[in-house]
């Protein structure tokens, strides 16, 4: 059986799904005004990774990640840009698809704009007010009443005086208490017209928490099977959700709560408030996108993420050797078979909390055996694995060549230097064979000799 770590729970616990055979998942997606980072991409790829395994298990999946396209940071950038704010947002969609194209992440079965989901914000706070859980400030500002709220703090594990002392949000003065939070924002006067809607309470806007309580509950009901996210977002974001949907609907609203690791640089959490983040498209510049998908996969989920060059140069040459043995030993056609005992052991690593770093050593104690034996069904079998993952569906040619680099050698080239390196074998000029065989490996050149003849491999 499945086992989830419950962040809620603090334990691994038996999946069991709300509705036998059918799975809904909701996992917070990104705010678009610039590109998207590595710490992103770790979440595009890990619950891509979920949907995938749930789905070779036989489950029915509803995958939602929503998109917040109205927010401070939004507003300020179209401003400094001359834009209005849905040109931004598209812009940067367009880009964030394109980023998790690359990275082999499937797209979710909604994607809903935050944007186009207020009406059902402002019913969802209506509903709050008239609960006594929200109030209005003086500012005009709607605010949620976090101390009316019994259950505020199970998920973070705090107590409200903890979280008090904490300073962990900023003190309003006309907040009723420095925990609580905002449902609507006042519209300012210098805010855009595209940055307003009316609303019972004035013209303003949503706040941050309120969306994912309503285009949750809107696309997958009230209650559902996992919520996910980044670590950081556990608090306040998840833990604010928890009180509005909670607190709207009086019952539980998500079974399993589900948060991946922060990627590090130095020993701090990679992000953009921090300067210390790198984007997806400039790692791709430099690093296949498979490479990258490999390198977030090769660790637990839930462990914290290293990143350097020296870490994906690693993945690299991982990656490298399992395409290497489909190239050795072409493999036969087949899919996943789970009573075999490779398929057995990928089963139960990935059945214990989704623990890709056990399943890929499945998949390259298969690479060794497919290569002792030279054995089509065992790379059939390395292969079929690693699709279940998103990895290794490609050719072993595509993937071992890769693409040139900047002020590298294109393929054309390099094809025309073996060409006069095999010329200069047949004169038996090993001297220049050699040169070239040297000059091509200080271009990141690796060839490979064989009777049928001359391959080669960008390292």
């Known amino acids: ?118 009406p059902q914000m402002q019913t969802l706070i209506q509903r709050l007010e008239a609960k006594g859980l929200a109030y209005r400030a003086a500012s005009g500002d709607v605010n949620y009443s976090v101390r009316k709220f019994d259950g505020y703090g199970k998920l973070s594990g705090k107590s409200l005086d903890d979280l008090r002392a904490g300073e962990r949000v900023d003190v309003i003065d006309d907040k009723q208490d420095p925990l609580d939070f905002v449902l609507w924002k006042h519209a300012k006067p210098a805010e855009p017209a595209e940055a307003k809607w009316a609303s019972p309470w004035g013209d303003g806007r949503p706040g941050w928490h309120i969306e994912c309580s309503a285009m949750s509950s809107q696309l997958l009901g009230d209650q559902f099977d996992i919520h996910g996210g980044g670590a950081d977002l556990q608090f306040p974001h998840h833990e604010n959700e928890i009180a509005q949907s909670e607190g709207a609907h009086g019952h539980t609203f998500v079974n399993y709560w589900m948060h991946n690791g922060f990627v590090r640089v130095d020993d701090e959490k990679m992000s953009k408030s921090l300067g210390n983040f790198f984007t997806i498209r400039e790692v791709l510049q430099t690093y296949d996108a498979e490479v990258v998908r490999f390198f977030i996969l090769r660790a637990h989920y839930r462990s914290p993420l290293n990143y350097s060059d020296a870490h994906l140069d690693d993945a690299r040459g991982a990656l490298t050797r399992l395409y290497t043995t489909l190239k050795n030993v072409p493999p036969a056609t087949c899919q996943p078979d789970w009573s075999t005992p490779a398929g057995s052991r990928f089963r139960a690593a990935m059945d214990d909390d989704f623990n890709t770093a056990e399943a890929l050593a499945v998949l390259f104690e298969l690479s060794n055996e497919a290569n002792r034996g030279n054995d089509a069904a065992v790379a059939g079998e390395l292969r079929a694995l690693a699709g279940v993952l998103g990895l290794l569906e490609r050719s072993p040619e595509d993937f071992l060549k890769g693409r040139a680099q900047a002020g590298g050698l294109n393929d054309a080239q390099i094809e025309a230097l073996i060409a006069q390196r095999v010329a200069a074998k047949k004169a038996r000029d090993f001297a220049t064979a050699d040169r070239v065989r040297d000059e091509l490996k200080q271009q990141g050149i690796i060839l490979e000799d064989s009777a049928a003849g001359t391959t080669w491999r960008r390292e």
Not at 31 to 46: E, K, N
Not at 70 to 79: C, E, F, N, W, Y
């Open 1 to 118: 059986m499945l086992k989830i770590y419950n962040t809620l729970a603090r334990e691994k616990q038996d999946f069991v799904p709300i509705e036998p055979g059918r799975v809904r998942m909701y996992v917070c997606g990104m705010t678009v005004y610039d590109f998207c980072h590595l710490g992103h991409a770790r979440v595009m790829v890990v619950f891509d990774m979920v949907t995938r395994w749930l789905r070779a298990s036989d489950y029915a999946v509803t995958y939602v990640r929503n998109i917040t396209d109205i927010d401070d940071k939004i507003i300020r950038r179209a401003a400094e840009n001359g834009e209005t704010m849905r040109a931004l947002t598209d812009r940067f969609i367009a880009a964030m698809h394109q980023d998790a194209d690359a990275l082999g992440v499937l797209r979710p079965d909604h994607e809903p704009r935050a944007t186009e989901f207020v």
